[in-house]
C-alpha cells in the first residue's frame, strides 16, 4: 500500500493472458467471461514471477481462475528514471476493458486503484465501495506485495475476492473453516458484511466439505486437511 499523496509515474503493459492453455471446457460454470487484473508488478514480463507474482497465483487458484483461459493482467511498472512514463492510463484501461469484455475488474493496491480509477480515497474506504471501470463492475483489494508483508491482512483480501466471485456467480452464502475457531469467526462475520452473503464458521473441515456445492481451499500447511472421502466423486478441482 502507498501512503504518500502523488501517484507514481507509471508505465501501462498490454495486458497478458496468465492461464492461456487453460481448457475452456474445463473452466467451472459461473466465472463469466473473462477477469481483468489491474496491478503493480515488479516483474511485468512475468507477473506471476516472485514472491508477490506465486501469493497472485496462489489467489487466483483458490478463485479457480486458473482454469479460464481469459485471465488478463494489465501491470503496472514504476518507470525507471530516464524512461517515458505511459499516458492516459484510464483511458487506455478503458479501451481494454472494451476489447476485452471482462465480467469483472480486479484492482489490487493503492497506486493500482489510483491509476485506473482516479480515486486518491484510504484503500480502506475503496475496498468498500462498488466501482465501474468502463462499464465493467471492479472491486478494489490489497496488492500481493503488501499482503506479503501485512499477512494479518490476507483474510480481509479474501473477503475482497469472495465479493468480486458473488458479483459474477450466484452463490447463496458460505461457509469457512480454520484451525483457530476465533479467527474463522471473526472472518466469517467480516466477509457476511463485505460480500452481503451469510457466512458461517464451520466446526471441522469435514462439516465445511459436506456443507458446500464449491470448496476452495487456501492454506500454506504442508499436511492435508481436505480429506478426498469428504468431497463427492462429482466434484472437480
Known amino acids: 500500500a502507498t501512503t504518500g499523496t502523488a501517484t507514481p509515474a507509471l508505465r501501462l503493459h498490454p495486458a497478458q493472458a496468465l492461464y492461456p492453455t487453460a481448457d475452456p471446457a474445463q ?9 481483468l487484473i489491474v496491478a503493480e508488478s515488479m516483474t511485468p514480463a512475468e507477473p506471476l514471477g516472485g514472491d508477490a507474482g506465486r501469493l497472485l497465483d496462489n489467489m487466483l487458484r483458490a478463485m479457480q481462475l486458473h482454469r479460464h483461459p481469459r485471465v488478463f493482467m494489465a501491470a503496472l511498472e514504476r518507470s525507471a528514471p530516464g524512461t517515458e512514463a505511459s499516458a492516459d492510463i484510464p ?33 480502506g474506504r475503496l475496498r468498500a465501495g462498488p466501482h465501474v471501470l468502463a462499464g465493467c463492475p471492479a472491486v478494489v483489494t490489497y496488492d500481493p506485495a503488501f499482503l506479503l508483508r501485512s499477512q494479518d491482512n490476507k483474510a480481509a483480501a479474501w473477503a475482497d475476492l469472495c465479493r468480486a466471485l458473488a458479483m459474477v456467480r450466484p452463490l447463496q452464502g458460505a461457509t469457512i473453516w480454520a484451525r483457530d475457531a476465533a479467527r474463522a469467526e ?36 504442508r499436511v492435508p486437511i481436505l480429506q478426498r472421502g469428504w468431497v463427492p466423486v462429482s466434484y472437480t478441482h
Open 27 to 35: 473452466t467451472p460454470a459461473g466465472l463469466g467471461r473473462g477477469w
Open 91 to 123: 483511458a487506455t484501461l478503458a479501451d481494454t476493458v472494451a476489447h476485452l469484455q471482462p465480467a469483472m475488474v480486479l484492482v489490487l493496491g493503492h497506486v493500482a486503484a489510483r491509476a485506473a480509477l482516479g480515486r486518491t480515497e484510504p484503500l
Open 186 to 221: 471473526a472472518a466469517a462475520a467480516e466477509m457476511t458484511e463485505a460480500i452481503g452473503l451469510p457466512v458461517e464458521a464451520a466446526r471441522d473441515p469435514q462439516e465445511a466439505a459436506r456443507r458446500a456445492d464449491i470448496i476452495v481451499t487456501t492454506t500454506p500447511s
